[in-house]
């Protein structure tokens, strides 16, 4: 049940010495729930293991040395996040739900998502979307549709469908997909979340461009500049997002 409360209510009890909770055992309930889940939503492209609970370890013995102004230096502490295919995460893929750029992982993470990290934030999976983004559901050819878990005949939406899915699931707390038209607002609306699209610019956009790692790189026109994407979070909760 801890992992259906707000983000806020989770800080106050890693912070409480006599809740027991600690932010290795939070990292590994998120996990066991993502295990009972077996992904039947289709919802994942990619389930981060040992490394965030690595992190989460190193993390813990800072809050236990200074509790006091713990969230100070770390504001999102107790954040589980996923991020949205498309956004560039040392040693996952970009696939944008294409076979074409599965098996292509990047080298490095983009230095607004370690920039989260070094708030606090525990990066878990990536999740699934829409081939190319341009579309209000999440087909994939790479890893299929994302379900809805209101009703499995129908989409969570798109193209960040499948962070809305894993929020929707409580297979973590916090989401970050990317929205151009609805990417974000149209999942959290099917899913029955709180979705908000930035004005653009105010965050860092950390998706490369997807003919990066395909044999058409430099042989196609210019991505469109007319409409902007951007960053936004997807969640169960307003005062989370308030709170990111």
Same mark, same amino acid.
């Given at each position: 049940?801890?992992?259906?409360?707000?983000i806020?209510?989770?800080?106050?009890l890693?912070?409480?010495?006599?809740?027991?909770l600690?932010?290795?055992?939070?990292?590994?309930?998120?996990?066991?729930?993502?295990?009972?889940e077996?992904?039947?939503?289709?919802?994942?492209?990619?389930?981060?293991?040992?490394?965030?609970?690595?992190?989460?370890?190193l993390?813990?013995?800072?809050?236990?040395?200074?509790?006091?102004d713990?969230l100070?230096?770390?504001?999102l502490?107790?954040?589980?996040?996923?991020?949205?295919?498309?956004?560039?995460?040392?040693?996952?893929?970009c696939?944008?739900?294409?076979?074409?750029?599965?098996?292509?992982?990047?080298?490095? $993470?983009?230095e607004f998502?370690?920039?989260? #990290? +070094?708030?606090?934030? %525990?990066?878990? &999976?990536? @999740?699934n979307?829409?081939?190319?983004?341009?579309l209000?559901?999440?087909?994939s050819?790479?890893?299929?549709?994302?379900?809805n878990k209101?009703?499995?005949?129908?989409?969570?939406g798109?193209s960040?469908?499948?962070d809305?899915?894993?929020?929707s699931?409580?297979?973590?707390?916090?989401?970050?997909?990317?929205d151009?038209?609805?990417?974000?607002?149209?999942?959290?609306?099917?899913e029955?979340?709180y979705g908000?699209?930035?004005?653009?610019?105010r965050?860092?956009?950390?998706i490369?461009?997807?003919f990066t790692? $395909?044999?058409?790189?430099?042989?196609?026109? #210019? +991505?469109?500049?007319l %409409?902007?994407? &951007?960053? @936004?979070?997807?969640?169960?909760?307003?005062?989370?997002?308030?709170?990111?």
């Amino acid at each position: 049940t801890i992992c259906d409360k707000p983000i806020i209510e989770i800080q106050k009890l890693l912070l409480d010495v006599n809740s027991g909770l600690t932010l290795p055992k939070l990292v590994q309930m998120y996990h066991y729930r993502k295990k009972i889940e077996l992904n039947l939503h289709n919802s994942m492209t990619v389930c981060l293991y040992d490394e965030p609970l690595e992190k989460s370890v190193l993390l813990q013995e800072e809050i236990n040395l200074n509790k006091a102004d713990c969230l100070k230096k770390y504001p999102l502490l107790g954040f589980i996040i996923s991020i949205k295919d498309n956004i560039q995460y040392k040693n996952t893929d970009c696939t944008f739900g294409l076979l074409e750029l599965m098996n292509k992982p990047y080298d490095t $993470t983009s230095e607004f998502i370690s920039y989260l #990290e +070094s708030k606090g934030a %525990i990066i878990t &999976c990536k @999740g699934n979307m829409a081939q190319f983004g341009f579309l209000i559901e999440s087909h994939s050819t790479a890893f299929g549709d994302v379900l809805n878990k209101h009703n499995t005949t129908r989409t969570s939406g798109g193209s960040s469908g499948g962070d809305a899915s894993l929020v929707s699931n409580r297979l973590v707390n916090f989401s970050i997909g990317s929205d151009l038209g609805g990417s974000v607002r149209i999942p959290a609306l099917f899913e029955g979340l709180y979705g908000f699209k930035p004005t653009n610019g105010r965050l860092p956009d950390p998706i490369p461009d997807f003919f990066t790692k $395909t044999k058409f790189y430099g042989t196609s026109p #210019e +991505s469109q500049k007319l %409409i902007n994407k &951007c960053l @936004g979070p997807i969640s169960t909760y307003l005062s989370d997002i308030q709170l990111f």
